[in-house]
């Protein structure tokens, strides 16, 4: 049994790792981005057991006492929004050492406007991350950000979401190409589409044309030090994350994933060797509704995957090929109906007389449903040997550790859901309350920047007045009278029922008849606002034209 560390002698630990220093990836050359893996993966170990050994004593503040690492070293702090870059000590695994922006000063977005990538305007998220300084990059109020073309980000750059309801969606989402030290925290990616075939800048003093984009939620290539945190993403046309072209010292972390097909991709082909030096920890994620495959779908490298909830897959959970080395620690695995699909490993295009000699294990993995993983490899303790192993003390262990994966709010923040229709109750955790007071909505037309504050609805939008596209519509949560209706069952929306198209102004509050624009009832998880997005004729398209935002319900 590990004895606990004070927090004096963890951050101590913490600042000795960052000792070694890192410089901006301006060049590609494909090296590990730490000597020892072992050494990681006794690293998450003994801050996991930490952190447990914490969540039994009896701290003063409740919402510290999660058993979650990383949550526990920021989330204690009560004046955490004054003390963001805190969050750079708090990582974990291959990707522990991004530093993000953390040496820079704070950058707001005030603008979620990309109306021209080549030369974005100061205030918007291209401005900020473009930037060859160190950034960390905060949003002044919840926004939702269509992207033109491919965020293209330099290194040194935090993208932190807490605070407000960040969406980038329905355009294109971010790019992380042969750079280092970028975290990204608290953001919902989702409906990402396929841009390019024109100019992007990606640095004050250059830009260039880029091809045709996958579509991917975020793809990372030939990117180092990359910590990827409480991040939502569904719905976009390729994957959710990859990580290819010789990437490494990755950490993907407690983020949630639902609605899509091949989830994540790590390494690019099976004869790219150089993704060899690749090596990435999955760690307290959940994934969740409506997933298929590549959870992930890996290619050489070395795969840490610890204490994520896996509640749904289709085809397989964790697939490869290449000879890629899996530690699958202290996970849960809920196996599908399906009695076809019931096994959570699939080596991809391969006889069995090559994968059996590839190192793929399940230690103190909890099996459910009738899943199970079929093990390979010698088992070595060279290539397993680990300081303390995480046994999965019963399902509601894993629970604790996942409770908050995704976009979230605390008892700092007001919590909101963003609900998918089309699915079985998909639900993706979002974070609330924002960065301003502001005076919210008026009655009839009147209409006001709440900032996305505390008096306003969680996950307010600016309004402004003209604007044709995106519509962004808000109303202040005290006006919001319950619908008797559960989901599903209910109107789309309270007074007249009317979808706007793109060329459509901006229509006033009158309009929109006697209450509030779209409040589909008190869910389990809240009051809905829902939003459509239209860029076509005829009705909305589920999963594609419409969001809902939610709030608790009291």
């Given at each position: ?132 300084q160190p950034l960390w990059i905060i949003f002044a109020r919840s926004m939702l950000i269509k992207l033109k073309e491919e ?404």
């Amino acid at each position: 049994m590990l004895l606990p560390l004070t927090r004096i002698s963890l951050c101590a630990l913490l600042c000795l790792s960052l000792l070694n220093g890192v410089t901006p990836f301006n060049g590609y050359t494909p090296v590990h981005g730490v000597q020892d893996p072992e050494e990681v993966v006794r690293m998450v170990q003994r801050k996991m057991n930490e952190s447990i050994t914490r969540r039994h004593l009896q701290v003063s503040d409740p919402s510290c006492a999660t058993g979650n690492p990383i949550d526990d070293c920021w989330k204690c702090d009560p004046d955490w929004a004054n003390n963001r870059q805190r969050l750079a000590d708090c990582g974990i695994g291959f990707g522990r050492d991004a530093l993000g922006g953390r040496d820079g000063p704070i950058y707001i977005v005030t603008d979620p406007s990309d109306d021209d990538p080549v030369n974005p305007a100061p205030g918007t998220l291209r401005y900020g991350v473009i930037q060859a300084q160190p950034l960390w990059i905060i949003f002044a109020r919840s926004m939702l950000i269509k992207l033109k073309e491919e965020l293209i980000m330099n290194s040194f750059k935090t993208l932190d979401g807490r605070g407000a309801d960040v969406h980038i969606a329905f355009g294109a989402c971010i790019t992380i190409q042969y750079i280092s030290n970028v975290i990204i925290h608290n953001i919902n990616i989702h409906h990402c589409v396929p841009k390019g075939n024109t100019n992007v800048r990606d640095s004050p003093n250059h830009y260039g044309y880029r091809g045709r984009s996958d579509g991917d939620g975020i793809s990372i290539f030939g990117g180092r030090h990359i910590w990827i945190d409480h991040c939502s993403l569904s719905y976009c046309t390729d994957g959710l994350i990859d990580a290819i072209m010789g990437s490494t010292a990755i950490t993907i972390s407690n983020s949630y994933f639902s609605h899509h097909n091949e989830v994540m991709l790590l390494g690019h082909s099976d004869s790219y060797t150089p993704d060899s030096a690749m090596q990435v920890t999955i760690a307290f994620n959940h994934f969740g509704e409506a997933l298929v495959q590549r959870m992930p779908r890996c290619r050489f490298g070395y795969i840490h995957i610890v204490n994520n909830d896996f509640t749904q897959w289709e085809m397989y959970a964790i697939g490869g090929s290449a000879n890629p080395t899996i530690n699958s620690q202290g996970n849960r695995y809920i196996a599908p109906s399906n009695p076809n699909a019931k096994e959570v490993t699939k080596r991809v295009d391969v006889d069995e007389r090559k994968w059996s000699n590839w190192n793929w294990r399940t230690d103190g993995d909890l099996m459910v449903n009738g899943a199970f993983f079929v093990p390979s490899g010698l088992g070595s303790a060279s290539k397993y040997e680990k300081a303390y192993s995480v046994e999965p003390k019963s399902a509601a262990f894993i629970d604790a550790l996942t409770r908050n994966a995704g976009v979230f709010g605390s008892s700092r923040d007001t919590s909101t859901s963003v609900i998918y229709p089309g699915g079985n109750n998909g639900v993706v955790t979002g974070g609330g309350a924002g960065a301003g007071a502001g005076a919210g909505a008026g009655a009839g037309a009147g209409m006001g920047d709440t900032g996305g504050g505390y008096g306003g609805y969680p996950g307010m939008v600016s309004l402004e007045a003209g604007r044709a596209w995106p519509m962004q519509w808000a109303w202040p949560v005290s006006w919001a009278t319950p619908s008797p209706h559960r989901a599903g069952t209910g109107p789309d929306l309270i007074g007249p029922k009317k979808h706007w198209s793109r060329s459509d102004p901006l229509p006033k509050w009158a309009s929109l008849g006697p209450g509030p624009p779209s409040i589909h009832g008190c869910l389990a998880l809240g009051l809905v606002l829902r939003l459509y997005f239209m860029d076509h004729p005829g009705p909305p398209v589920p999963n594609r034209d419409v969001i809902d935002f939610g709030s608790e319900c009291p």
